[in-house]
Structures are given as C-alpha cells and as structure tokens.
C-alpha cells in the first residue's frame, strides 16, 4: 500500500518569515495530493490541493508543488501569520483512498 | 449544503464495552471514510464505504466494523472496547473518488 511520510513534525516560524512542509509517497499511481489544516479542537479543513497532471498550484499565500518523478509534494506558506498556526497534514490518493501524512504542528510567533 | 455531522460527540466507556458511532455525510456524497486519529499517529485509516459496500478497509482488528445505510449515513462499531482505542474518530464524506474529502467534527472516545 501507499507510504506518506512527512516532515518537519514541528516547525516554528516568526511571523512574516515562510514555512515549508515536505513530504513523499511510496505509490506512483497516486494523483490527487490534497493539504489539510486542523486547528486545535476542530476538524481538518481542506486549504489546497494538486493533481499529478500540475507541477504548482497558489492560492494567495500558499503554494503546493509536486515533483512525481521524486514522489514528493510540499506546501510553502509565505508571509506567515498567528492565525496559521495549527497541525497540518499532506495526504495522498488514488482513486477512493487516503493515505494521510502524521502531520505537522506549525507554531507562528509573533 | 450542511456539512459532515457525527453523533455523539463525546463518549466515555470502559472497557468490554462496545461502541456504535455515527456519521450523515453531506447531502449528495456516497463515499464515507473512517479515521482514528491520536496525537503522534496522524490520521489513521479504518474504512471506506461507498453505495452500502465496504470498498477499502485500514490495517485494524476485527473489532472495528461499520456499515453504510442507503441515506449514505455510515456507523462504525467498536466491540470489546480496550484502553488503546481512546482517540478521535472523524469521518469524512466525497462526491466521488478522487474529489476532496470533507470531514467532520469527529468523536472523542474515552475508554476508562
């Protein structure tokens, strides 16, 4: 079956400065890499997400890559915020399956 | 559209018990997904039902079972309840393979 891994698992930043969070898959037939987001007490939210038919996707301050010959993806936040601080996971698909990274808790200080 | 809802919220056992969770998806979705989540594993896949038919299952024992009703509504049942099944457990609902998963609020199982 699929292998996600992920890192860093803890990662501070000050705020303004950019964080990245990388991972890898074991599986070459995944093609849907979606980010989610989960603060504390909640549920994980979708933030982006990338199909293996896209090397780049932005979305105002965050950006996804995917490098499939590497089997890696990486979410890049820029211009870091407070309010971004929370547990974040990678995951990867194929067809009706999840496989999740085991995430990554990103502390913002102002 | 109203989101993924789960039932109860919380829940306090012990162990032997059993448990019976709920999950309604968003109106529309047919596959349903089960997580176990707990701090330092991630998100842990136990199921997948899609149409009433249980189309991928996680690396759990047999304790762990579910079901999907033909609303799409999904249960999932935990028998002889040990202290190591204390977690959260979400579920998330899609329109279809491939398309984003959303989740719910999940259920907080306490097993004393």
């Known amino acids: 079956g699929e292998n996600v891994e992920q890192h860093p698992s803890t990662l501070s930043v000050q705020e303004g400065d950019s964080a990245v969070i990388k991972c890898t898959y074991s599986d070459s037939a995944s093609n849907y890499f979606p980010w989610y987001k989960q603060e504390l007490g909640k549920r994980p939210q979708l933030i982006i997400d990338i199909r293996s038919n896209v090397g780049e996707k932005k979305d105002q301050r965050i950006a996804v890559t995917l490098n499939k010959t590497a089997k890696h993806f990486s979410l890049h936040i820029t211009e870091t915020q407070p309010e971004d601080s929370a547990v974040y996971f990678c995951a990867a698909s194929k067809g009706n399956q999840f496989y999740f990274g085991t995430g990554t808790s990103l502390t913002v200080i102002p | 559209k109203a989101g993924v809802t789960q039932t109860p919220r919380y829940l306090i056992k012990t162990r032997g018990q059993q448990v019976t969770l709920s999950c309604s998806p968003i109106?529309?979705?047919?596959?349903v997904s089960w997580y176990q989540q707990t701090p330092g594993q991630g998100l842990q896949f136990l199921f997948e039902?899609?149409?009433?038919?249980?189309?991928n299952k996680g690396n759990f024992p047999g304790r762990f079972s579910g079901r999907q009703f033909s609303n799409s509504r999904s249960e999932m049942n935990v028998s002889t309840l040990e202290l190591g099944d204390s977690a959260l457990y979400l579920c998330a609902s899609s329109l279809q393979d491939q398309e984003t998963q959303y989740f719910g609020p999940g259920t907080r199982l306490l097993v004393l």
């Open positions: 039902y899609f149409s009433e038919t249980q189309r």
């Open positions: 109106s529309g979705h047919r596959s």
